[in-house]
């Protein structure tokens, strides 16, 4: 293949395989598309997801929901901009969401923090804010997840956010390899190209 008809995420993949990833005296910052290692210690690491623990405590390894990474890259491009975001106003924006009084009813765990929150007083709120936003946006938090393409909280084996089509979607649509759409029937084959996923 030509330099020319290199374009796209093949073009990327060529660029990052061109980089010399163990020449540490030329690679002096972070790479953002590898973990970080020691080469990167002393070098501010500007990829956002490195810095999750703004939004979900400091001792907390939790892996970002997909719904979430795709409206956080459109929010914040930098660790500065990730740091202007508004958790408390984020947290507010979510609980006046129809559903959380349903999901509020309905389970256990947000039940309890929701008692905790009222005992807690304003100036102490922040590792429940951070709790909360755990809860929600991390994959495996809870039972639930919030989805920022439907702003709604949706439970998690009700719906899905697929990556390709970055779209939160239904629990009976998948996505088709082939043509590269959802298509709805979990076990049809796809309503436009006939493909069986």
């Known amino acids: 293949m030509s330099n020319e008809e290199n374009t796209g995420a093949s073009a990327i993949i060529t660029e990052i395989e061109q980089l010399n990833l163990n020449d540490e005296e030329e690679n002096d910052k972070c790479d ?25 405590g400091e001792n907390e390894k939790c892996t970002v929901h997909p719904c979430f990474a795709r409206w956080l890259t459109k929010k914040a491009k930098n660790l500065d901009e990730l740091q ?27 039940q309890e923090w929701t008692v905790e929150w009222k005992s807690t007083a304003k100036d102490e709120r922040m590792p429940l804010i951070q709790s909360f936003l ?36 239904d629990w009976r649509e998948w996505h088709c390899k082939k043509c590269n759409k959802c298509t709805y029937g979990a076990s049809s084959p796809c309503q436009r190209c006939g493909h069986k996923g």
């Open 32 to 56: 953002c598309l590898k973990e970080c290692s020691t080469r990167s210690s002393d070098v501010s690491c500007e990829n956002i997801f490195k810095h999750m623990d703004y939004f979900f």
């Open 84 to 110: 202007t975001i508004d958790r408390y106003a984020l947290l507010r924006s979510i609980k006046r969401n129809f559903n959380y009084r349903e999901m509020c009813l309905d389970d256990e765990e947000f």
């Open 134 to 169: 755990r809860m929600l946006l991390s994959e495996g938090g809870s039972t639930f997840y919030y989805s920022f393409c439907r702003n709604d909280i949706i439970e998690e084996d009700c719906g899905w956010h697929c990556i390709e089509c970055r779209r939160c979607k």
